[in-house]
Structures are given as C-alpha cells and as structure tokens.
C-alpha cells in the first residue's frame, strides 16, 4: 500500500471551464479518506484522476515519491470497487475473485491460494463455488472487495460502494469494509454523498463543494469545529441551524444579538480579539438541533441558558430522540432531544439554547470565526 498525494492538480473538461481548480490532497499509507460532497462537487472527477482514468489537466499525481500523473489505470495497480459490482453474472464467486490474475496469466496454484486467503479474509469460502447473480447485493459487493484484494493494490478506490444496498445491508457491509480497511491497513479512497457513510468510515474526510475542497479533516473535527458555513450545514442530521447575528458590544463581555431579537453575553469561548474582527460585519451563528433543550423545566435551566419562546410546526418522533421543528420570533428552528416528547403542531414550547455549543461564521466569507488565528 502506498501514499497518495495529489498536488495543485486541476482538470478542466473543456479546456475553458474548471472543474477542479486546484486541489493539493493526501491520502496516508493505511489511511481511508473519503471524498464528500453534493452531487457535481467534483467527487468523481478526482477519483477518476487518481485512477488514471481520466487525464490531469495541471499539477501531479504521486504513489509514494512515483509521479504517476502519466501512467495509464494499468499501470498504476489501483483497484475500484464500484457501486453496481461490475462482476460476470454467470460466473462463480471463485472465478470471479480470480479474475484479474487469470489475465495476467499467474500460475494456477498461486491464483488458488490467493483467491482463498482472499475469500477466507471476506467469508465468502462458503459460496465459492456459486454464480454471482444468484447472491444478495451485499454478498455481490464482498465479491467484487474481493477481486479488488486480491490484486495487491496500492490503493483501493470504492466508488459508492453500498448506494445499491437495502439499508440492512449497507450498515453490515460498511462495518465489514471498515474492519477489513483497518486490519489490513487497506489505502483507500472513498467516494460518497453519504454523510453517514463518510462519518462511520473514514479516517478523514474531504468535503468538497464545486471543485473546491471546504475542508479535510478527521470526521470528528468535520461535526465539532466545522471551517465554514457550507460544512456546517453539510454535516449533521439534521442540519444546523443557522442564524442572523450582530455584535452588539465589542467590550467585555462581548455581546451578540440575535436576529435582531434577542441579546446574549457571547461566552469565554469568543476570544476578545474577534470582537475587532467581527464588529461592523454580521455574524452566523450556528446551533446544532441537538444542543438545545425543549420546554425545559425551569428547575434545570443553567444561568447561562437562552430562552425562546416558540409554537411547534412539526413533531417528529424518532426511535431515542425526536425532532421538533419550532417558529419562534427569530425564525424557524429545529431542535433534537431525548425521546419521547409529548408535542404536537400548534403546542406553545420553550427552546433553552446553551451559547457555549454556538458556532460563529463571518456573514461575508461563511468562514469559522473561531477557528481562525486571532
Ligand atoms: N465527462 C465530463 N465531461 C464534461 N464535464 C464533466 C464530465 N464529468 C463531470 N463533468 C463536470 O465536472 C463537474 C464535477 O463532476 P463530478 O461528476 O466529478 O461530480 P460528483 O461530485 O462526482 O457528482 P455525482 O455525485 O453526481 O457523480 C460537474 O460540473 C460535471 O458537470
């Protein structure tokens, strides 16, 4: 297995647009990094750079210290694994994994021994001998890690790998893939507009929004301290919620009012330096569903808390929690607690906000004020 590392590499399709302007990327030896984004954001096309299926247009490709940004996908030995299997129907598991070696013409004890390593490490010795076509999605798809492993690749690039699987499937397959990627110390690639799939499996992730990576990060980072706006509402199920603000006061304490509405101190956690930063320009803050507290009981209410008045729009009830989506005077806000509550639309209900969770965005740059050097 190797590092990858992609550096100042764009491709332009048509010669005039830029569908990649520029990314400088690295996947550690052993490391699975995903590449996340909306649909058209360029997943893709970087994938397929790396894979040497499609040309660069600038910058350079490099396996270790080797520039591969000229060699062709056979000579760059990446394996895929795509979303629709890619196997021969009509053959058995055994031939399927088998495949890539019998082309290069190796010898028939070295294709059997390796061919069952591979099949012991996925559990499929059992179907060995079965036609493809007659497994289970996921059973197809173990096939085709298979065929990938059995190469010794480099890198293994999954393109998507559970989109076609029933939901049962994909949450078994993805924790077999993860296993497998770890044990093995597996190079690999993962391609996703999953954000569940992104969070459970990689090491890092890349977020990617029009060609432009937003940030790479450990999936952890990505949630807790997200770089900016788009991140932010990328990441998170629901999403964040995202607020109009305003600094009120630059002096200790800092100040930040609220749509408009309400006023808050902004906490210890705003270093004073970004009140400079921010005063004149608006502020986003960012408050994640499940940092609020609902119809809270006056009793465990810290000081520090920020009431809002609301009426529920929508109750949704969830298997732990449930999401209820609220109108309060500063807008539409959705919050998530510990199940059950007894709320229906039309309830009068009270939101308690906790300012030290809030995210703060610069308005015009989207950018975390937080995580920006003072
Ligand atoms: N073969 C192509 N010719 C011209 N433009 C292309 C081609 N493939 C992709 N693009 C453009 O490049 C940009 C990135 O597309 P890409 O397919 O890499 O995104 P993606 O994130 O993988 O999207 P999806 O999840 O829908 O596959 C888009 O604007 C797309 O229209």
């Known amino acids: 297995m190797k590092e990858v590392r992609l550096e100042n590499v764009t491709k332009s399709y048509d010669g005039v647009t830029l569908a990649i302007p520029g990314i400088n990327l690295v996947c550690a030896r052993g490391e699975m990094l995903a590449l996340l984004g909306p649909s058209g954001c360029g997943k893709s096309t970087t994938l397929k750079m790396i894979a040497g299926i499609e040309p660069i247009s600038d910058g350079a490709i490099f396996f270790d210290d080797t520039d591969v940004s000229d060699l062709d996908t056979a000579s760059r030995n990446v394996a895929m694994v795509f979303e629709d299997y890619a196997l021969y129907?009509?053959?058995?598991?055994?031939?399927?994994?088998?495949?890539?070696?019998?082309?290069?013409?190796?010898?028939?004890?070295?294709?059997?021994?390796?061919?069952?390593?591979?099949?012991?490490?996925?559990?499929?010795?059992?179907?060995?001998?079965?036609?493809?076509?007659?497994?289970?999605?996921?059973?197809?798809?173990?096939?085709?890690?298979g065929r990938a492993l059995v190469r010794e690749p480099d890198l293994i690039m999954f393109d998507e790998p559970l989109s076609h699987l029933d939901s049962d499937q994909k949450v078994q397959l993805r924790t077999e893939i993860k296993r497998l990627q770890q044990t093995s110390k597996l190079t690999s690639v993962l391609v996703t507009h999953d954000q569940n799939e992104a969070i459970s499996m990689a090491d890092r992730i890349a977020v990617m929004d029009k060609g432009v990576l937003q940030q790479v990060d450990t999936p952890?980072?990505?949630?807790?301290?997200?770089?900016?706006?788009?991140?932010?509402?990328?990441?998170?199920?629901?999403?964040?919620?995202?607020?109009?603000?305003?600094?009120?006061?630059?002096?200790?304490?800092?100040?930040?009012?609220?749509?408009?509405?309400?006023?808050?101190?902004?906490?210890e956690q705003v270093l004073p330096q970004l009140a400079q930063r921010i005063e004149g320009a608006g502020v986003v803050i960012g408050i994640r569903p499940e940092?609020?507290?609902?119809?809270?009981?006056?009793?465990?209410?810290?000081?520090?808390?920020?009431?809002?008045?609301?009426?529920?729009?929508?109750?949704?009830?969830?298997?732990?929690?449930?999401?209820?989506?609220?109108?309060?005077?500063?807008?539409?806000?959705?919050?998530?607690?510990?199940?059950?509550?007894?709320?229906?639309?039309?309830?009068?209900?009270?939101?308690?906000?906790?300012?030290?969770?809030?995210h703060y965005f610069c308005k015009d740059t989207g950018r975390n004020l937080l995580l920006e050097a003072p």
Do not use: W
């Not at 069952?116 to 197809?140: P, T």
């Open 220 to 267: 952890s980072a990505i949630y807790n301290q997200p770089a900016n706006i788009f991140v932010a509402s990328f990441i998170g199920e629901p999403p964040m919620n995202l607020l109009d603000g305003s600094l009120v006061s630059a002096r200790n304490p800092l100040r930040i009012r609220l749509a408009g509405q309400c006023e808050f101190p902004a906490g």
């Open 89 to 145: 129907p009509h053959l058995s598991v055994f031939d399927n994994i088998a495949f890539p070696l019998s082309i290069r013409g190796k010898p028939k004890a070295e294709i059997t021994e390796r061919v069952e390593r591979v099949m012991k490490l996925l559990g499929l010795r059992e179907i060995s001998g079965e036609q493809v076509q007659q497994l289970s999605g996921g059973a197809q798809q173990r096939v085709s890690i």
């Open 291 to 358: 940092h609020m507290r609902v119809n809270p009981p006056q009793a465990g209410l810290s000081a520090s808390m920020l009431l809002l008045d609301g009426c529920v729009y929508a109750h949704e009830p969830g298997g732990d929690s449930d999401v209820v989506t609220v109108d309060t005077d500063i807008g539409r806000i959705v919050a998530e607690a510990p199940a059950p509550l007894m709320l229906a639309a039309g309830d009068s209900v009270q939101l308690g906000l906790e300012p030290t969770h809030f």
